[in-house]
């Protein structure tokens, strides 16, 4: 124990070198990374810097080479080819920020090991149970890290961060296994339908990449939702309720009444597998004026431009009804189906990894992405980018899990993959 002190002061970088994937993720885990859509700056929110600048100063001192972070906290980094061949140059990427929908400061994660399916005691008066979250009984035998009830974990997508990090030592450490040029990226804001706007991928200088933002082991995902915002502004007319006759207009019960228009079961709750929906998430009101925000999502391109339509509709058949500009709709476009860009042209991206997974003993698990993914929006900028298992479940609450044999599996899907590519013909 003495002797591993004096290394500890001595010679820091060969401990950090030789950190395990738990113990990095665990430290990324100390770290606020929470995003803010309120923000407009870059990051959102000063905690995403902070933790970029540690993630420059580690991969500086893991060797890697390139390594730079842009003024926006965006961090990219080299594993240089050790192969005479030209191959393809290809990157690994996750994001660093947490959800803003559950606290990521002072997370206090725990381990469980060789869980047995039955009711984990997060803390008093929290359980997480199979009961509620199945899932739980897909990793019985496995050692699972928890939080304590009270915070997110941040394994979306910190997990994803320390797979790629240690896969990159593992391959510096493993000279024998050959790879061409991998490229890393680490970015800001995911969570806020922002992470992709200021990555540069010209810069990133890849043919083809992937995320490392899926969840339980063996996905892969590249048909992913198309997305919009709407934001639906009202506007009332308040006079005193005992003179309001002919007068008053209530922006809250017209509120209702928009809501109203649209199709009760296109909403999440009702909508599974490719079904597209409206999703109300938030209103703000009061009879002088209401404003409402609306999520658009549909994998289908041609759907998708008819949901936008139909919320404009309802906007002027409101307008015609209560006078004009009573409702105001403004949509934004957030990003596309990158299935798009996958097929045909560029499958030998998804075939890499179903070889990948096969070869390190992982049942791939393709499916639709109810949600979005930085590679989305990469893949229209020109970057094939699908996305990847990272390990971890119940993504942005207190009862976020993950696996640590998943992100073992993870790291080894990733090195499988650098491998392949270099004995990859065009």
């Known amino acids: 124990m003495r002797k591993r002190c004096y290394l500890c002061i001595v010679l820091p970088i060969v401990i950090i070198q030789r950190m395990t994937l738990t113990e990095r993720f665990l430290n990324y885990t100390k770290f606020d990374t929470q995003s803010s859509e309120e923000s407009q700056t870059v990051p959102s929110t000063a905690g995403q810097l902070v933790f970029a600048e540690y993630l420059k100063k580690e991969l500086e001192r893991e060797g890697l080479d390139d390594v730079e972070m842009d003024g926006q906290g965006y961090v990219y980094a080299t594993l240089r080819s050790n192969i005479k061949e030209s191959v393809p140059t290809i990157g690994f990427i996750s994001h660093y920020d947490t959800s803003p929908d559950c606290s990521g400061a002072g997370v206090k994660p725990q381990i469980v090991r060789n869980y047995d399916g ?74 806020i339908g922002r992470g992709a706007h200021h990555f540069d991928v010209d810069k990133f200088g ?24 709407a934001k639906i502004t009202i506007r009332g007319i308040n006079i005193h309720p005992g003179y309001a006759k002919d007068k008053m207009v209530n922006a809250n019960l017209l509120a209702a ?127 094939p980018c699908p996305n990847i298992f990272a390990g971890g479940i119940n993504f942005h609450g207190p009862y976020e899990f993950v696996s640590i044999q998943s992100m073992e599996k993870a790291m080894q899907v990733i090195v499988k993959i650098c491998e392949l590519t270099a004995g990859y013909n065009q």
């Open 206 to 229: 890849c043919e083809w990449a992937y995320t490392m933002d899926g969840s339980d082991v063996g996905e892969l995902e590249y048909d992913n939702f198309n997305a919009a915002s």
């Open 257 to 383: 009444e928009f809501a109203a228009m649209l199709p009760r079961d296109e909403t999440p709750e009702h909508t599974e597998g490719y079904q597209g929906f409206y999703h109300l998430t938030s209103i703000q009101s009061t009879v002088d004026q209401a404003k409402m925000t609306y999520l658009i999502r549909d994998h289908d391109r041609d759907r998708f431009e008819e949901r936008k339509r139909c919320i404009l509709r309802c906007a002027e058949q409101m307008n015609q009804k209560y006078g004009e500009d009573t409702v105001v709709g403004v949509i934004d476009v957030q990003y596309h189906n990158m299935k798009e860009k996958i097929e045909p042209e560029n499958m030998h991206v998804i075939d890499l990894v179903l070889k990948a997974m096969q070869a390190v003993g992982v049942s791939p698990k393709v499916s639709p992405i109810r949600g979005g993914t930085d590679g989305a929006q990469l893949s229209f900028k020109g970057l």
């Open 118 to 191: 039955s009711d984990i005691l997060l803390s008093e008066g929290i359980v997480s149970s199979p009961a509620m979250f199945p899932e739980l009984l897909q990793h019985v035998g496995e050692d699972l890290i928890v939080t304590d009830g009270h915070t997110l974990l941040g394994a979306d997508d910190k997990a994803g961060i320390a797979e790629i990090v240690q896969a990159m030592v593992w391959l510096q450490q493993h000279k024998e296994v050959r790879h061409g040029k991998i490229r890393i990226a680490f970015n800001p804001d995911e969570e």
